[in-house]
C-alpha cells in the first residue's frame, strides 16, 4: 500500500530494486544531483529501454547491473546493445554492480562525482 501512496503523490517513480534503492541513496549522500529515476531516454522504442537513472542535462546514465536482471549471456548482450544505442545519442552509460554500491560506496560514488564533475565541463566547454 505504501508503494502505491509513494507512486500516486511522488514525482518520481520509485526505484525498482534494492540495488536502484542503494544507488539513488548513495546519489544522494553524495550531493551528485540531476538524475530521475526509471527515465524513457530518447532512444526508447516505447517497449523496451527505460533506464535506471538519467540526467538529460548531462546525457548521462547510471545503470544497476544486478544478477537479477543480468543471468544470461543474451541479457548482458542485449545491456551492451543498448550502451552502443545511448553512444549513438551521445550518451554516456555508467553500470554500477551490487558489490560495488553495497560494499565499496564511497570509493564508488566518488568516482561518479569526479566523471560527471568532468562529463559537465567537457560539455560546457564544448557549449562555450
Known sequence: LH?????????E?????ELERLIWQ???????????????PPWYDGRRGIVDFAHPGIATVIEGDGR???ATQQAMADDRRRDRLAARHGW?????????VAHRPAGTFDDLAEIIANRRSALEAVAA
Open 3 to 11: 508503494r502505491i501512496c509513494d507512486q500516486l503523490t511522488t514525482p
Open 13 to 17: 517513480p520509485l526505484p525498482v530494486s
Open 26 to 40: 548513495g546519489l544522494a549522500q553524495h550531493n551528485i544531483t540531476g538524475f530521475r529515476s526509471q527515465v524513457r
Open 68 to 70: 537479477r536482471w543480468h
Open 92 to 100: 554516456l552509460v555508467l553500470r554500477l554492480t551490487w558489490a560495488e
